[in-house]
Structures are given as structure tokens and as C-alpha cells.
């Protein structure tokens, strides 16, 4: 895969956020990297000026992409289109959040796969509200993050199998709390 396309791939496996967190790609295992490092959302800002028409192209036009499955190609479609029916601050955060992706150690990302993997478990009432708390504490200092979570208040308000997912996220660098970011609903 070309380095062009690897980014595509990345960048639109994971402009849904959260869940594609859990998706595992090849070209993330050290003993495959050959080509130079780029960042995830390094596609996706060069064309996102571009109308969508012109970025599917843009996408179709590349070699790489044309011998990947009809499946993956279709995937790959689908959520450039995703992530250009959102309105550009959310794209601004989905780009900031890939950016915390791709400087995070494999280790960090198999970590944030078991903790999306346990976020997964808990009803979905109860992971809006753990979704929440990780905006709340990605508002705060990385040695704040743990004292918070081991607070009463926190203790109350979340099972222990809650305060673990959250200490868990804590303890990988969050992407930083956007200034008008809503919970995510």
C-alpha cells in the first residue's frame, strides 16, 4: 500500500472516532513500516477544501486504491461521505483526534482498543456517560485526570468497571478538549 493511500485508509478508518479505534491495520505493526511516517490526517486536510466529488476521485484515482477489495473501496466511500456531512468544527476534531492517534506507541493504541473494547460492554446509557467523563477529564492536566477518578464524586457516580475504562483513557494522551465541544450524544 502506498503511503498516500495507508493515509486514506487511516484517516477514514478512524474520521468515525471511537469505534473504528478498535479496528486493527497493518501498516501499524513496527516490523511493516518501510515507507516514511505521515500523519493520520494529512489526507483528509489536503482535500478537505475539495468538493466531495472531486475528493472521491481523488481517492478512486490512486492505483493502490483501485486493487483494494470492492468491499474496502466501498467502505472507504462511505466515510469520506461521513465525514463530509458533519460540520467543520467536528471534522476539526476528528482530524485533531486522529493526530493523538498517530503519535501514540503501538502499545497506547492496543491499550485504547481494550478500552474501547470495555466501553463496548457497558450499556449504552453508561457509555455516554463514561464518554463524557473522558471529555471532562481531557479538560484537565494529565496528573489531575487520576485524582479526579478516585474522588468521591466520581466513586458515586461510576461502577468500578466504569473507573477503570476511564482511568485507563486517562492514562493515554488525550486529544485535547475542543473549546466549544458538545458531549457527544
Not at 18 to 34: F, G, L, V
Not at 94 to 108: I, K
Not at 144 to 170: H, W
Amino acid at each position: 500500500m502506498t503511503a498516500r493511500v495507508r493515509i486514506a485508509t487511516l484517516v477514514l478508518a478512524l474520521a468515525t472516532a471511537c469505534p473504528s479505534m478498535a479496528q486493527k491495520h497493518p501498516e501499524e505493526h513496527p516490523q511493516k513500516k518501510q515507507q516514511p511516517q505521515h500523519h493520520a490526517g494529512e489526507w483528509l486536510r489536503q482535500h478537505r477544501n475539495l468538493p466531495p466529488e472531486q475528493q472521491r476521485k481523488a481517492l478512486e484515482n490512486d492505483p493502490q486504491f483501485r486493487n483494494l477489495p470492492p468491499q474496502r473501496q466501498q467502505q472507504l466511500r462511505n466515510q469520506l461521505q461521513r465525514f463530509n456531512s458533519v460540520p467543520p468544527e467536528k471534522q476539526q476534531q476528528m482530524l485533531n483526534r486522529m493526530e493523538t492517534w498517530e503519535h501514540l506507541t503501538p502499545e497506547q493504541k492496543q491499550q485504547a482498543r481494550q478500552i474501547h473494547d470495555q466501553m463496548q460492554q457497558l450499556p449504552p446509557e453508561r457509555r455516554q456517560a463514561v464518554r463524557n467523563a473522558v471529555q471532562a477529564l481531557r479538560a484537565m492536566p494529565p496528573e489531575a485526570r487520576q485524582r479526579e477518578i478516585d474522588s468521591d464524586a466520581y466513586k458515586k457516580q461510576f461502577s468500578p468497571q466504569e473507573r477503570n475504562v476511564l482511568s485507563g483513557a486517562s492514562k493515554l494522551p488525550l486529544a485535547p478538549a475542543e473549546p466549544s465541544e458538545p458531549p457527544e450524544e
